[in-house]
């Protein structure tokens, strides 16, 4: 029973202190005067009776009536009913009130009276009734009652109903009406509930919803979950504490425990700055002071609004309980909505009442948190039973059986004050149960089940809405309840009597009369009704993380178990073998449970003593399964290995045992305070449970062993009343001495999991390396322990500032004690206990540090582990190795493929091996740490020459299963597209490794090019020779002291510098120069040589012609006699008529230093008129001629770019009178003269008369609009313009189309004025240049890319192709880091710019290349032209000419930008070369017909330019080739070893020996011009960048590679009784496909070799058999003209005669050979007829190329679109149909592109072909002629074609089908 109401007050208003305008509440009056001794007087009530605070009003209010709640210090709630009414107050009243207070100031009064002369005013007074119950209906009655007798002066004395009020005694629950009378005639019934742990809402619940709606409240019941401030606003007090009250019910069971105050007063506002969390209303006139509250979510119930703060992030339901609440609400609030849509509604739609919604709201929530906390009774830990139920909650195991780690919302919850007091209240196992126990434990099936019926689930709302609404309102019939109200309108009365002053002595007799009843009455003993708590089913589905269910499948489970069965058995070769699969098999949960459930097996009496091996694996196994477990272990996987790391072990020495858990202790899980706990707790519960298992004796010990801890406990609880007090104490006791023995246990395995192996190691451990794939340790291994992280963990809470300073065992003590203090004053260790423990912790960690010292120091004298041999590469004849092998792991960077990557396949790296460093290469030779590939050989290298960066790098720890802590690991990336991450292995000691990065840093920069390998091969290695000063160099000494002389006094030797050079001015230089005068050109070169031999091994005799001859003999000469450039005859008389000359004025390489020794020129200018004009050019490389077309005489010229005096005097100062012959003005006259002399040397100059219009040209040239027709035809268009400054200079500013790749269409070219020279500038230096109508040549500025762009373009081209660590998701990374390397950009504006030159020089006009120093970008420029234009340039032997003249001659620098000696170092490596042969590759591929060398010489040239194995290379120009005597050794007699001398010779010899650098699809075109698409959609990036062969190392070393595969072929030989498969496995990153699966011609030429080998003939050279091949089937062509060629011709389909090559596109109509279609897919049937309309129109090769890439693997001998009639009844229909010789059908598809076949007509069945009629719906406007039926066994085809050749075309190759079957 309990008091109705424990006080009731009287509150008034009172001026309030002086200078504030308002009042305050003062108490008139409270009964009782007393304090109840259970119940204090709550303080503070006056502030709460007037929210708003105490004021005047000048008119009379209606009475109101509110509750307030307050809590006091012991959190008990008091509800303050508030019954508020107005009285008058007089003025002379309120002066006396004022003359009160003291020190009065005068004025003040005679203010306050001038205030309040012209009315009366009214002062708020109010009744308060003070309770502990929450009965708002009865308070409101009571309090009216009251103010009813007061206001119409009713007989009752107010002091018997105070009275009566206040002894008023209620049940508090269990259900029972109680009916009371105060004794005013009065009478109420009030009703108790049930049970009072439900909460009570009324209609409160329903409101909140009403005023904010369904997601409104959603967020806040959330909010207020995971602790948030929430403020509510309203303008009605009433209104506030409802909400308040709602939202405290929808949170049942939890319970609020924070700052509650659902009516605020104005005085106690700034408790809302706050900084705990609190739930609490304040009136809304107040609105503006919550403003700048920046983390408070304010719900305004009137405006229906919640607002949340921007820096406040509300977690919500997971899914899916977040959906089901949401339509669950919308079901009970929103019934009409699932009607909304219907077409015939039922008529009523019965909404539940107010009353009822709000129970069925609360049903929602109820249910909602019922699956919630689903299952939790599973996760309670009782530690103590004895003498109170200690209880603790398993959060992560509750989280990870939920599946809901990662979830944002759950955690917070269970992290919360309210969880915390819900596991406290509802965890003891022995108490009052209610709705929420029974629906937890027994409708949560149901709830699985109703999940996806809304009718279910709806169902089940109502029945738990019933039973909240049965426990607020019992009974269904509530007598009448009679109350007297106030009349109406009393409150307006004008003398209304104030209230009077109650008689204190009569109430106070009235109470103390109650109160000495009840203490005579007997006590009322509640019945208990305790019981033990259901736990309701276990959670059954475990969720993997994230929810998905991961598919475990049976055959991983059993890959498990088997690996640990043959590791116990010892058959370690097996369980290596299974060891990978376990490993990766870990990431799953299963996976890891069943690893822990086998071990187990294999522990007897808590030991398993194992050998070293085993314990290596089951470490391995331990350390991977816990990887993946996160630090608070929510599968409890590290919880089962923990006494398992403390069994299993193994025999160092004698007395000497080292235990596993000195392996794993790499692992977050261990420094988590928060798993121990769990783990302790874990334990006290079982040994607990066991004290009293065991105590009921053994006879039914069967079944006591089914109970669970809870069960048990709640049985103890039970019967604890019933023990005697020592059974009592001796229970106690012994479960305090459980606890405490369990405490001192868990000091122990603390500190074997904290203490690391190497105890003098302070060492913190890296913030960064837990969880980090730590599948660490092998037997000689040493693992760190966690404890620096310890440290980190705990010292921001501890307040331990000194971590570094101390040292591990430190650390521990501290960790254990922090530990062992929170458990055990958890649960109830006494004192003493406590502080035995804090005293031994220091010894235990102590003693077990001494015991590691000894297992560590055995440790250590541990055999290592066998590891393989290292495998010996072979080397080159001449390479010499200069360190052997140093064991190192070769580290799997970002390329997938060699780890497994995304196409699967056991990882081939990380591989074990050496590393070895040779004169000429870096080379990893190894084998695959995979046991399951561990037989294949991985080998990995790379000329050192091509190294471009070395670092020291860290691997990750994906890895670090090999590698040692603190070994040396480098990163080596070569230009050659390889990289290496080396591991060295901890036996390689560090000064090797830094021996090693010194040698290797001295191969890679030599002090000079003659140190290189190409040099020094063959040499015996001595000490590098001291760098001496050149002159001194013993082989040039005999180089003629003239020629080095001048040429150095010439050019001085800023050349060498990389700054650019500026030539001295005119007049300083002297006349000592060797040229003063034209005639001195006559000088004979022998005068020069005579004393010279350029090289110790070859002479050259001092004879005039020898040595002119040997110029003569350079490429470049050779080119020009070819190309018709002037020729150069023994008496170097010219022949005048020639528009070229050869010139020898740079013979002494006086004038250009990077040119060669003889020049094309105009045959007009003289030798002296070129020295002057040279300066004028960077680098002095003044315009030269370096080919010419045959058929328009162009030339292409090519220079350095202008300087700037040059460019002015050329450009700006040629039509201005010079005011005196000024130097620059002779200048640029005779560079003038020097281009106009280029302009006349061409013929159709002359022929316009000196004016370039363009009609000097033949018809021929322009006419039937020429290539360009071919390719606008072609159909592959393309909208990419030039960019539109060079489009626009050359159409005469105004563009009018553009061809498909790029170039400016046909109509610019033919515009009235065409300038017969384009000088190809850059446009940062032609700036300001004004083009001159009167000039016939035109300057076009473009914007090329620098040396440096290529550079970094290269350097993140690398990256891409190659990058050094895996990313997530690689396709996506590498196209992005593609397309920022901005490479194929690069190659576009390359290919772009030399298709322009290439027209330009093909309709006529001359071009001269002046770019940068005329010797990077200049080169690819003329050099692709040249390739484009002229055939011969696209065979090997013409390549090889283009690569010597334009490249070597002309002097790129291969050294310089190539990084090859010390001084280039700091340039870098810039690939200009490889660039070009990039762009030739692009032109290959769109081309592949027209070159004679294949993509693989390519590849070959781009890695040995670089890679120094050949000299070729090596230097920056002629002139210091002839100073190393390097220019004519070629030419002279071959003495010595030839090895590296020249990549030619070599290129010649393989050619020779294979076919590999030839193309067999070669068949070119006479005089062809290449245009190839430029636009980035058409270009691929090279495969050369990406590919690698891990079985043998780059290809390119053609002896080296031979080797290994004839020993393999001859270890396959002798097994020859075994069936022998002919499968293959090709691996893409490890074998070498084109060797391991040859094309078919290679393979039938080794065929033919080995044939002949075996017949004892001399094998026939590959490349005449070739030839015999094609001529041969030529002969056949030409003899079987029918068209039907044997099986040789499908091998040569590439070699047909011309005119039908060109004509490719018509090859159906033209009835030429029907196997052409192998190898030509046409678009011609499908795609409409080319523009040019005439058939016979000469097609170029490109409109092949098209379609050259056909994706068809079937055979299609003959292939067209047909109409066909369907089946009966059915319409004609257009399908594509191909005739299949081979399969010898007639199949058909949709269309042409479709690849699925609709149907197969099988040609064995056709009886006849013959002529058919149309039928209904056959196709219109066909001729008659052009049906046809084709008759099989089962019915008739009908056909229709297009016309009647194309029909009878058909007929004739299915009718030869028939006949050749």
Same mark, same amino acid.
């Given at each position: 029973?309990?008091?109705?109401?424990?006080?009731?007050?009287?509150?008034?208003?009172?001026?309030?202190?002086?200078?504030?305008?308002?009042?305050?509440?003062?108490?008139?009056?409270?009964?009782?005067?007393?304090?109840?001794?259970?119940?204090?007087?709550?303080?503070?009530?006056?502030?709460?009776?007037?929210?708003?605070?105490?004021?005047?009003?000048?008119?009379?209010?209606?009475?109101?009536?509110?509750?307030?709640?307050?809590?006091?210090?012991?959190?008990?709630?008091?509800?303050?009913?508030?019954?508020?009414?107005?009285?008058?107050?007089?003025?002379?009243?309120?002066?006396?009130?004022?003359?009160?207070?003291?020190?009065?100031?005068?004025?003040?009064?005679?203010?306050?009276?001038?205030?309040?002369?012209?009315?009366?005013?009214?002062?708020?007074?109010?009744?308060?009734?003070?309770?502990?119950?929450?009965?708002?209906?009865?308070?409101?009655?009571?309090?009216?009652?009251?103010?009813?007798?007061?206001?119409?002066?009713?007989?009752?004395?107010?002091?018997?109903?105070?009275?009566?009020?206040?002894?008023?005694?209620?049940?508090?629950?269990?259900?029972?009406?109680?009916?009371?009378?105060?004794?005013?005639?009065?009478?109420?019934?009030?009703?108790?509930?049930?049970?009072?742990?439900?909460?009570?809402?009324?209609?409160?619940?329903?409101?909140?919803?009403?005023?904010?709606?369904?997601?409104?409240?959603?967020?806040?019941?959330?909010?207020?979950?995971?602790?948030?401030?929430?403020?509510?606003?309203?303008?009605?007090?009433?209104?506030?504490?409802?909400?308040?009250?709602?939202?405290?019910?929808?949170?049942?069971?939890?319970?609020?425990?924070?700052?509650?105050?659902?009516?605020?007063?104005?005085?106690?506002?700034?408790?809302?700055?706050?900084?705990?969390?609190?739930?609490?209303?304040?009136?809304?006139?107040?609105?503006?002071?919550?403003?700048?509250?920046?983390?408070?979510?304010?719900?305004?119930?009137?405006?229906?609004?919640?607002?949340?703060?921007?820096?406040?992030?509300?977690?919500?339901?997971?899914?899916?309980?977040?959906?089901?609440?949401?339509?669950?609400?919308?079901?009970?609030?929103?019934?009409?909505?699932?009607?909304?849509?219907?077409?015939?509604?039922?008529?009523?739609?019965?909404?539940?009442?107010?009353?009822?919604?709000?129970?069925?709201?609360?049903?929602?929530?109820?249910?909602?948190?019922?699956?919630?906390?689903?299952?939790?009774?599973?996760?309670?830990?009782?530690?103590?039973?004895?003498?109170?139920?200690?209880?603790?909650?398993?959060?992560?195991?509750?989280?990870?059986?939920?599946?809901?780690?990662?979830?944002?919302?759950?955690?917070?919850?269970?992290?919360?004050?309210?969880?915390?007091?819900?596991?406290?209240?509802?965890?003891?196992?022995?108490?009052?149960?209610?709705?929420?126990?029974?629906?937890?434990?027994?409708?949560?099936?149901?709830?699985?089940?109703?999940?996806?019926?809304?009718?279910?689930?709806?169902?089940?709302?109502?029945?738990?809405?019933?039973?909240?609404?049965?426990?607020?309102?019992?009974?269904?019939?509530?007598?009448?309840?009679?109350?007297?109200?106030?009349?109406?309108?009393?409150?307006?009365?004008?003398?209304?009597?104030?209230?009077?002053?109650?008689?204190?002595?009569?109430?106070?007799?009235?109470?103390?009369?109650?109160?000495?009843?009840?203490?005579?009455?007997?006590?009322?003993?509640?019945?208990?009704?305790?019981?033990?708590?259901?736990?309701?089913?276990?959670?059954?589905?475990?969720?993997?993380?994230?929810?998905?269910?991961?598919?475990?499948?049976?055959?991983?489970?059993?890959?498990?178990?088997?690996?640990?069965?043959?590791?116990?058995?010892?058959?370690?070769?097996?369980?290596?073998?299974?060891?990978?699969?376990?490993?990766?098999?870990?990431?799953?949960?299963?996976?890891?449970?069943?690893?822990?459930?086998?071990?187990?097996?294999?522990?007897?009496?808590?030991?398993?003593?194992?050998?070293?091996?085993?314990?290596?694996?089951?470490?391995?196994?331990?350390?991977?399964?816990?990887?993946?477990?996160?630090?608070?272990?929510?599968?409890?996987?590290?919880?089962?290995?923990?006494?398992?790391?403390?069994?299993?072990?193994?025999?160092?020495?004698?007395?000497?045992?080292?235990?596993?858990?000195?392996?794993?202790?790499?692992?977050?899980?261990?420094?988590?305070?928060?798993?121990?706990?769990?783990?302790?707790?874990?334990?006290?519960?079982?040994?607990?449970?066991?004290?009293?298992?065991?105590?009921?004796?053994?006879?039914?010990?069967?079944?006591?062993?089914?109970?669970?801890?809870?069960?048990?406990?709640?049985?103890?609880?039970?019967?604890?009343?019933?023990?005697?007090?020592?059974?009592?104490?001796?229970?106690?006791?012994?479960?305090?001495?459980?606890?405490?023995?369990?405490?001192?246990?868990?000091?122990?395995?603390?500190?074997?999991?904290?203490?690391?192996?190497?105890?003098?190691?302070?060492?913190?451990?890296?913030?960064?390396?837990?969880?980090?794939?730590?599948?660490?340790?092998?037997?000689?291994?040493?693992?760190?322990?966690?404890?620096?992280?310890?440290?980190?963990?705990?010292?921001?809470?501890?307040?331990?500032?000194?971590?570094?300073?101390?040292?591990?065992?430190?650390?521990?003590?501290?960790?254990?004690?922090?530990?062992?203090?929170?458990?055990?004053?958890?649960?109830?260790?006494?004192?003493?206990?406590?502080?035995?423990?804090?005293?031994?912790?220091?010894?235990?960690?102590?003693?077990?540090?001494?015991?590691?010292?000894?297992?560590?120091?055995?440790?250590?004298?541990?055999?290592?582990?066998?590891?393989?041999?290292?495998?010996?590469?072979?080397?080159?004849?001449?390479?010499?190795?200069?360190?052997?092998?140093?064991?190192?792991?070769?580290?799997?960077?970002?390329?997938?493929?060699?780890?497994?990557?995304?196409?699967?396949?056991?990882?081939?790296?990380?591989?074990?091996?050496?590393?070895?460093?040779?004169?000429?290469?870096?080379?990893?030779?190894?084998?695959?740490?995979?046991?399951?590939?561990?037989?294949?050989?991985?080998?990995?290298?790379?000329?050192?020459?091509?190294?471009?960066?070395?670092?020291?790098?860290?691997?990750?720890?994906?890895?670090?299963?090999?590698?040692?802590?603190?070994?040396?690991?480098?990163?080596?990336?070569?230009?050659?597209?390889?990289?290496?991450?080396?591991?060295?292995?901890?036996?390689?000691?560090?000064?090797?490794?830094?021996?090693?990065?010194?040698?290797?840093?001295?191969?890679?920069?030599?002090?000079?090019?003659?140190?290189?390998?190409?040099?020094?091969?063959?040499?015996?290695?001595?000490?590098?020779?001291?760098?001496?000063?050149?002159?001194?160099?013993?082989?040039?000494?005999?180089?003629?002291?003239?020629?080095?002389?001048?040429?150095?006094?010439?050019?001085?030797?800023?050349?060498?510098?990389?700054?650019?050079?500026?030539?001295?001015?005119?007049?300083?230089?002297?006349?000592?120069?060797?040229?003063?005068?034209?005639?001195?050109?006559?000088?004979?070169?022998?005068?020069?040589?005579?004393?010279?031999?350029?090289?110790?091994?070859?002479?050259?005799?001092?004879?005039?012609?020898?040595?002119?001859?040997?110029?003569?003999?350079?490429?470049?000469?050779?080119?020009?006699?070819?190309?018709?450039?002037?020729?150069?005859?023994?008496?170097?008389?010219?022949?005048?008529?020639?528009?070229?000359?050869?010139?020898?004025?740079?013979?002494?390489?006086?004038?250009?230093?990077?040119?060669?020794?003889?020049?094309?020129?105009?045959?007009?200018?003289?030798?002296?008129?070129?020295?002057?004009?040279?300066?004028?050019?960077?680098?002095?490389?003044?315009?030269?001629?370096?080919?010419?077309?045959?058929?328009?005489?162009?030339?292409?010229?090519?220079?350095?770019?202008?300087?700037?005096?040059?460019?002015?005097?050329?450009?700006?100062?040629?039509?201005?009178?010079?005011?005196?012959?000024?130097?620059?003005?002779?200048?640029?006259?005779?560079?003038?003269?020097?281009?106009?002399?280029?302009?006349?040397?061409?013929?159709?100059?002359?022929?316009?008369?000196?004016?370039?219009?363009?009609?000097?040209?033949?018809?021929?040239?322009?006419?039937?609009?020429?290539?360009?027709?071919?390719?606008?035809?072609?159909?592959?268009?393309?909208?990419?313009?030039?960019?539109?400054?060079?489009?626009?200079?050359?159409?005469?500013?105004?563009?009018?189309?553009?061809?498909?790749?790029?170039?400016?269409?046909?109509?610019?070219?033919?515009?009235?004025?065409?300038?017969?020279?384009?000088?190809?500038?850059?446009?940062?230096?032609?700036?300001?240049?004004?083009?001159?109508?009167?000039?016939?040549?035109?300057?076009?500025?473009?914007?090329?890319?620098?040396?440096?762009?290529?550079?970094?373009?290269?350097?993140?081209?690398?990256?891409?192709?190659?990058?050094?660590?895996?990313?997530?998701?690689?396709?996506?990374?590498?196209?992005?880091?593609?397309?920022?390397?901005?490479?194929?950009?690069?190659?576009?504006?390359?290919?772009?710019?030399?298709?322009?030159?290439?027209?330009?020089?093909?309709?006529?006009?001359?071009?001269?290349?002046?770019?940068?120093?005329?010797?990077?970008?200049?080169?690819?420029?003329?050099?692709?032209?040249?390739?484009?234009?002229?055939?011969?340039?696209?065979?090997?032997?013409?390549?090889?000419?283009?690569?010597?003249?334009?490249?070597?001659?002309?002097?790129?620098?291969?050294?310089?930008?190539?990084?090859?000696?010390?001084?280039?170092?700091?340039?870098?490596?810039?690939?200009?070369?490889?660039?070009?042969?990039?762009?030739?590759?692009?032109?290959?591929?769109?081309?592949?017909?027209?070159?004679?060398?294949?993509?693989?010489?390519?590849?070959?040239?781009?890695?040995?330019?670089? @890679?120094? /194995?050949? +000299? $070729?290379?090596?230097?920056?120009?002629?002139?210091?080739?002839? !100073? %190393?005597?390097? =220019?004519?050794? *070629?030419?002279?007699?071959?003495?010595?070893?030839?090895?590296?001398?020249?990549?030619?010779?070599?290129?010649?010899?393989?050619?020779?020996?294979?076919?590999?650098?030839?193309?067999?699809?070669?068949?070119?075109?006479?005089?062809?011009?290449?245009?190839?698409?430029?636009?980035?959609?058409?270009?691929?990036?090279?495969?050369?960048?990406?590919?690698?062969?891990?079985?043998?190392?780059?290809?390119?070393?053609?002896?080296?590679?031979?080797?290994?595969?004839?020993?393999?072929?001859?270890?396959?030989?002798?097994?020859?009784?075994?069936?022998?498969?002919?499968?293959?496995?090709?691996?893409?990153?490890? @074998?070498? /496909?084109? +060797? $391991?699966?040859?094309?078919?011609?290679?393979?039938?030429?080794? !065929? %033919?070799?080995? =044939?002949?080998? *075996?017949?004892?003939?001399?094998?026939?050279?590959?490349?005449?058999?070739?030839?015999?091949?094609?001529?041969?089937?030529?002969?056949?062509?030409?003899?079987?003209?029918?068209?039907?060629?044997?099986?040789?011709?499908?091998?040569?389909?590439?070699?047909?005669?011309?005119?039908?090559?060109?004509?490719?596109?018509?090859?159906?109509?033209?009835?030429?050979?029907?196997?052409?279609?192998?190898?030509?897919?046409?678009?011609?049937?499908?795609?409409?007829?080319?523009?040019?309309?005439?058939?016979?129109?000469?097609?170029?090769?490109?409109?092949?190329?098209?379609?050259?890439?056909?994706?068809?693997?079937?055979?299609?001998?003959?292939?067209?679109?047909?109409?066909?009639?369907?089946?009966?009844?059915?319409?004609?229909?257009?399908?594509?149909?191909?005739?299949?010789?081979?399969?010898?059908?007639?199949?058909?598809?949709?269309?042409?592109?479709?690849?699925?076949?609709?149907?197969?007509?099988?040609?064995?069945?056709?009886?006849?072909?013959?002529?058919?009629?149309?039928?209904?719906?056959?196709?219109?406007?066909?001729?008659?002629?052009?049906?046809?039926?084709?008759?099989?066994?089962?019915?008739?085809?009908?056909?229709?074609?297009?016309?009647?050749?194309?029909?009878?075309?058909?007929?004739?190759?299915?009718?030869?089908?028939?006949?050749?079957?």
């Amino acid at each position: 029973m309990a008091r109705l109401a424990d006080y009731f007050v009287v509150v008034a208003f009172a001026p309030g202190k002086r200078g504030s305008g308002d009042g305050q509440g003062q108490i008139l009056q409270r009964f009782p005067e007393k304090d109840w001794e259970d119940n204090p007087f709550p303080q503070g009530i006056e502030l709460f009776c007037q929210p708003s605070g105490w004021q005047l009003f000048g008119e009379r209010n209606a009475p109101t009536f509110f509750i307030a709640v307050l809590t006091d210090i012991n959190s008990e709630r008091h509800y303050c009913a508030c019954f508020t009414f107005w009285e008058a107050v007089e003025a002379t009243q309120l002066q006396n009130c004022l003359r009160k207070v003291e020190e009065e100031e005068e004025e003040m009064v005679e203010e306050v009276t001038a205030l309040i002369q012209p009315a009366q005013l009214f002062a708020p007074k109010s009744l308060v009734l003070v309770s502990r119950l929450d009965h708002a209906e009865v308070f409101r009655n009571c309090l009216g009652l009251v103010y009813t007798i007061y206001v119409d002066g009713l007989g009752t004395s107010l002091e018997t109903v105070i009275g009566s009020l206040l002894t008023c005694t209620i049940p508090i629950t269990g259900g029972a009406q109680r009916t009371i009378s105060l004794g005013a005639g009065d009478r109420q019934v009030i009703q108790t509930p049930i049970n009072d742990s439900l909460p009570i809402s009324n209609c409160s619940v329903a409101l909140l919803f009403r005023q904010l709606g369904i997601t409104n409240v959603l967020g806040l019941f959330c909010a207020a979950l995971t602790e948030h401030k929430i403020l509510f606003l309203s303008s009605s007090y009433q209104r506030l504490t409802d909400a308040c009250r709602a939202l405290l019910a929808l949170m049942f069971p939890l319970k609020y425990s924070f700052t509650y105050v659902p009516i605020l007063p104005a005085q106690l506002l700034e408790v809302l700055s706050t900084p705990t969390p609190f739930i609490i209303g304040v009136s809304s006139t107040f609105q503006s002071e919550t403003q700048e509250l920046l983390d408070v979510i304010i719900a305004d119930l009137d405006g229906g609004t919640v607002t949340i703060p921007e820096c406040i992030h509300i977690s919500l339901l997971p899914e899916p309980l977040l959906h089901q609440t949401r339509e669950a609400l919308s079901l009970v609030l929103d019934p009409e909505l699932e009607m909304a849509d219907l077409a015939f509604p039922p008529s009523t739609i019965s909404a539940s009442s107010l009353k009822m919604q709000d129970k069925e709201i609360r049903a929602v929530f109820l249910r909602l948190f019922a699956q919630l906390l689903q299952g939790y009774r599973w996760c309670l830990h009782i530690i103590r039973i004895h003498p109170e139920p200690v209880i603790r909650f398993h959060k992560a195991a509750f989280l990870g059986q939920r599946g809901l780690v990662e979830d944002d919302f759950l955690p917070k919850v269970l992290e919360g004050m309210a969880f915390a007091g819900f596991v406290t209240e509802r965890g003891p196992p022995y108490r009052d149960t209610d709705l929420f126990d029974e629906l937890v434990a027994n409708e949560a099936k149901r709830m699985q089940a109703d999940e996806g019926s809304k009718v279910r689930v709806l169902r089940h709302i109502k029945e738990l809405a019933e039973q909240l609404y049965k426990n607020e309102n019992p009974y269904p019939a509530v007598t009448m309840h009679k109350v007297q109200k106030p009349t109406e309108g009393c409150h307006l009365r004008l003398h209304q009597r104030p209230f009077p002053r109650l008689d204190e002595g009569t109430i106070q007799w009235i109470v103390d009369q109650a109160t000495a009843k009840l203490q005579s009455a007997p006590p009322l003993v509640r019945a208990e009704k305790k019981c033990m708590v259901p736990s309701g089913p276990p959670l059954g589905v475990l969720m993997e993380r994230h929810g998905i269910v991961l598919a475990n499948s049976a055959r991983r489970l059993e890959v498990v178990r088997n690996c640990i069965t043959y590791v116990f058995e010892g058959k370690m070769l097996e369980a290596k073998k299974l060891l990978p699969a376990v490993l990766r098999a870990m990431k799953s949960r299963a996976a890891r449970q069943c690893l822990t459930q086998e071990l187990n097996l294999h522990v007897q009496q808590n030991r398993a003593v194992l050998d070293h091996q085993q314990f290596d694996f089951i470490v391995r196994m331990m350390n991977c399964c816990l990887q993946d477990c996160s630090a608070t272990d929510e599968h409890g996987v590290a919880a089962t290995l923990l006494p398992l790391v403390t069994a299993f072990c193994r025999k160092l020495s004698p007395g000497i045992t080292q235990f596993a858990y000195s392996c794993v202790q790499e692992h977050l899980v261990w420094a988590t305070i928060q798993f121990w706990e769990a783990m302790f707790y874990g334990d006290v519960q079982n040994h607990i449970r066991a004290l009293y298992v065991e105590g009921n004796g053994e006879e039914n010990h069967s079944e006591k062993e089914e109970k669970s801890a809870l069960e048990i406990a709640a049985g103890q609880c039970r019967l604890w009343p019933t023990m005697s007090r020592e059974k009592q104490l001796e229970l106690i006791q012994k479960e305090e001495s459980t606890v405490f023995s369990q405490a001192i246990h868990y000091a122990n395995r603390m500190s074997y999991l904290l203490l690391p192996l190497d105890a003098s190691k302070s060492r913190l451990l890296r913030g960064s390396g837990f969880g980090g794939d730590a599948e660490s340790v092998s037997n000689s291994f040493i693992t760190n322990s966690i404890a620096g992280s310890v440290a980190d963990s705990y010292d921001t809470e501890s307040g331990f500032e000194d971590a570094e300073s101390s040292d591990v065992a430190n650390y521990v003590v501290r960790f254990i004690n922090r530990f062992v203090d929170k458990v055990c004053t958890e649960s109830g260790v006494t004192n003493e206990h406590l502080k035995g423990l804090h005293v031994m912790i220091p010894d235990i960690v102590q003693m077990h540090i001494e015991t590691l010292d000894a297992v560590h120091r055995e440790s250590k004298r541990l055999p290592p582990i066998q590891k393989p041999k290292l495998l010996r590469p072979s080397l080159l004849v001449g390479e010499e190795s200069v360190m052997d092998g140093l064991r190192v792991y070769l580290m799997p960077d970002g390329r997938e493929e060699a780890a497994g990557g995304s196409i699967g396949g056991p990882p081939l790296l990380p591989a074990e091996g050496a590393v070895f460093l040779t004169t000429y290469r870096i080379i990893f030779k190894g084998t695959p740490t995979d046991p399951l590939v561990g037989e294949q050989v991985v080998v990995r290298s790379f000329p050192i020459a091509s190294l471009t960066k070395e670092e020291k790098i860290t691997v990750q720890a994906q890895v670090d299963q090999f590698i040692q802590e603190g070994c040396a690991q480098l990163q080596l990336r070569s230009c050659t597209f390889q990289l290496l991450r080396i591991a060295f292995d901890e036996e390689v000691a560090s000064e090797s490794a830094e021996t090693f990065r010194k040698h290797l840093g001295k191969l890679r920069y030599p002090q000079h090019v003659s140190d290189t390998f190409a040099f020094t091969v063959g040499q015996s290695a001595k000490p590098a020779l001291q760098p001496k000063a050149k002159e001194k160099n013993p082989s040039l000494r005999t180089i003629s002291r003239n020629l080095v002389k001048n040429a150095k006094k010439t050019i001085g030797r800023q050349y060498v510098t990389r700054k650019k050079y500026t030539p001295p001015s005119w007049e300083h230089r002297g006349s000592q120069q060797h040229f003063p005068e034209d005639h001195e050109d006559e000088i004979s070169v022998s005068e020069e040589m005579d004393k010279g031999t350029l090289s110790s091994s070859t002479t050259i005799r001092p004879s005039d012609k020898m040595t002119m001859s040997h110029l003569v003999e350079r490429a470049c000469c050779r080119d020009y006699q070819r190309l018709g450039l002037g020729t150069l005859s023994s008496s170097l008389t010219r022949s005048k008529n020639e528009p070229f000359r050869i010139s020898t004025v740079n013979r002494m390489y006086a004038i250009c230093r990077s040119y060669p020794g003889l020049l094309i020129v105009p045959q007009s200018i003289q030798d002296n008129t070129i020295q002057r004009i040279s300066r004028c050019y960077r680098q002095n490389r003044f315009p030269v001629v370096c080919w010419r077309n045959a058929r328009t005489k162009a030339t292409l010229l090519r220079s350095g770019g202008l300087h700037g005096k040059g460019v002015a005097g050329l450009f700006k100062s040629q039509n201005t009178p010079a005011p005196g012959p000024s130097q620059a003005d002779s200048t640029s006259l005779e560079q003038e003269k020097y281009l106009q002399a280029v302009i006349n040397s061409m013929p159709h100059y002359a022929e316009a008369g000196g004016r370039n219009t363009l009609s000097g040209f033949t018809s021929a040239h322009m006419s039937g609009s020429g290539k360009w027709g071919s390719i606008r035809a072609s159909g592959r268009m393309s909208n990419y313009a030039l960019t539109t400054e060079i489009g626009s200079r050359l159409a005469g500013k105004e563009l009018l189309s553009t061809q498909p790749n790029g170039s400016p269409s046909e109509a610019s070219f033919l515009r009235q004025h065409r300038a017969s020279l384009y000088i190809i500038g850059d446009k940062s230096q032609l700036r300001g240049v004004k083009p001159d109508p009167l000039q016939h040549w035109e300057v076009v500025p473009i914007e090329v890319f620098d040396a440096r762009q290529v550079k970094s373009s290269f350097k993140k081209l690398m990256k891409a192709c190659v990058p050094s660590t895996p990313s997530p998701e690689p396709g996506v990374a590498f196209l992005r880091s593609l397309e920022e390397s901005e490479w194929l950009v690069q190659i576009h504006k390359i290919l772009q710019i030399s298709v322009l030159v290439v027209e330009l020089l093909d309709t006529g006009s001359s071009v001269l290349v002046s770019l940068e120093d005329g010797w990077d970008i200049t080169t690819q420029l003329v050099s692709l032209v040249q390739l484009l234009s002229d055939p011969y340039y696209r065979t090997l032997e013409g390549f090889r000419l283009l690569v010597e003249k334009e490249w070597l001659s002309f002097g790129h620098r291969f050294s310089h930008r190539g990084a090859q000696t010390l001084a280039s170092q700091s340039s870098g490596f810039t690939p200009i070369f490889l660039q070009f042969l990039d762009c030739v590759h692009q032109i290959h591929l769109q081309f592949p017909m027209e070159f004679e060398f294949s993509q693989y010489f390519l590849k070959f040239l781009s890695y040995h330019y670089v @890679s120094s /194995r050949f +000299r $070729t290379f090596l230097l920056d120009s002629d002139y210091e080739r002839l !100073e %190393l005597g390097l =220019l004519y050794e *070629e030419k002279g007699e071959r003495k010595g070893s030839q090895l590296s001398r020249s990549i030619w010779d070599y290129v010649e010899r393989l050619n020779k020996k294979t076919p590999i650098f030839f193309n067999y699809m070669y068949a070119p075109e006479d005089g062809e011009v290449l245009r190839p698409y430029s636009n980035i959609s058409n270009l691929k990036v090279w495969d050369y960048y990406t590919q690698e062969t891990l079985a043998e190392g780059p290809s390119y070393d053609w002896e080296l590679v031979q080797c290994p595969a004839e020993e393999l072929e001859e270890a396959t030989l002798p097994d020859t009784n075994a069936p022998q498969s002919r499968r293959k496995i090709i691996w893409p990153c490890y @074998s070498n /496909r084109s +060797r $391991t699966e040859p094309d078919a011609i290679s393979r039938l030429l080794e !065929e %033919l070799q080995s =044939l002949e080998m *075996e017949l004892g003939q001399v094998p026939e050279r590959w490349k005449d058999m070739w030839d015999k091949v094609k001529a041969f089937q030529r002969a056949e062509a030409q003899a079987d003209p029918s068209g039907r060629m044997g099986a040789s011709s499908l091998l040569m389909a590439s070699s047909l005669p011309h005119q039908r090559r060109s004509l490719g596109v018509y090859l159906q109509e033209s009835g030429v050979s029907s196997t052409i279609n192998l190898s030509l897919d046409n678009d011609a049937s499908s795609t409409s007829t080319p523009s040019s309309g005439k058939q016979g129109g000469r097609k170029s090769t490109s409109t092949l190329y098209s379609q050259f890439q056909t994706a068809e693997s079937e055979n299609r001998s003959y292939e067209g679109s047909l109409y066909k009639k369907g089946a009966f009844m059915k319409p004609w229909k257009p399908r594509w149909f191909v005739l299949d010789k081979t399969k010898h059908q007639l199949r058909y598809y949709d269309s042409r592109l479709d690849t699925e076949c609709k149907g197969v007509i099988d040609l064995a069945e056709v009886e006849s072909i013959t002529p058919g009629t149309p039928t209904m719906g056959a196709p219109k406007m066909v001729d008659e002629k052009a049906f046809f039926d084709l008759k099989t066994t089962k019915r008739v085809y009908n056909f229709c074609a297009q016309d009647v050749q194309l029909a009878q075309q058909w007929i004739d190759r299915i009718q030869s089908c028939l006949s050749d079957a």
